[in-house]
């Protein structure tokens, strides 16, 4: 609101706002296109919902041409949260189990930062819209526990014991979703094309992560 009231009296007028796919909640089938219901079920995408709404209200009103971008789990170099770096930590205290929190099977889809990037990019350039949603996200997902894997292989361990800890319909906390997926037909008609899948944007990160931090096998 603040943001938006400063724009509003300094006359700026193009805003692109990062909200996420947290938006949409728990959806009924993916992947889900922009046009899905936005029933958040956590803080966090209540607060990213909350603000969609005021920039829709402050775009229609005071003629700000305003994107919002809901992106999918953006991975890259320098990641310091999220389960691709947690997995690293927990496997650098003990290397011989990893515990996952829900049941490995919630499904996620993962965009590489330069693929995130580039569509950012491409998305403001060719909108003529004054207010345009898109997804953002690579084509594909995969499952908490394909991460783990994918993990475990870039440390170069063996025979990890997994060990499933989670909350109610096999999620990993309150207010986590057990399926998200983004269709991407609106970016991809600006012509848009990820690099990476998920899995590749996983590895990539991984490999690049436990180089930061120097981690090596004894």
Not at 10 to 30: C, H, Q, T
Not at 176 to 195: N, Q, T, Y
Request: proline residues 2%; aromatic residues 8%; neutral net charge.
């Amino acid at each position: 609101f603040n943001l938006l009231e400063a724009m509003r009296k300094n006359d700026i007028k193009e805003l692109v706002f990062a909200s996420s796919s947290s938006v949409y909640g728990e959806p009924e089938s993916i992947p889900i296109s922009e046009e899905a219901p936005i029933r958040p079920v956590s803080v966090y995408g209540a607060s990213k919902a909350a603000c969609e709404n005021l920039i829709h209200a402050y775009s229609r009103l005071y003629g700000i041409k305003a994107m919002v971008l809901r992106y999918a789990n953006v991975v890259g170099p320098r990641l310091r949260h999220g389960v691709i770096w947690d997995f690293i930590n927990k496997l650098r205290k003990n290397s011989s189990e990893l515990e996952i929190l829900g049941d490995g099977e919630q499904v996620r889809s993962y965009i590489y930062i330069d693929d995130a990037m580039e569509a950012t990019i491409i998305a403001w350039r060719k909108t003529e819209n004054s207010y345009e949603v898109y997804n953002v996200a690579s084509e594909d997902r995969i499952t908490v526990d394909e991460v783990a894997d994918e993990v475990i292989k870039a440390m170069g361990l063996n025979n990890v014991r997994k060990i499933y800890k989670s909350v109610l319909h096999g999620v990993g906390w309150l207010g986590d979703v057990k399926r998200i997926a983004l269709k991407i037909d609106k970016l991809r008609a600006l012509g848009f094309r990820s690099h990476m899948n998920s899995r590749e944007a996983v590895k990539t990160t991984a490999k690049m992560l436990i180089n930061e931090i120097n981690y090596h096998i004894d």
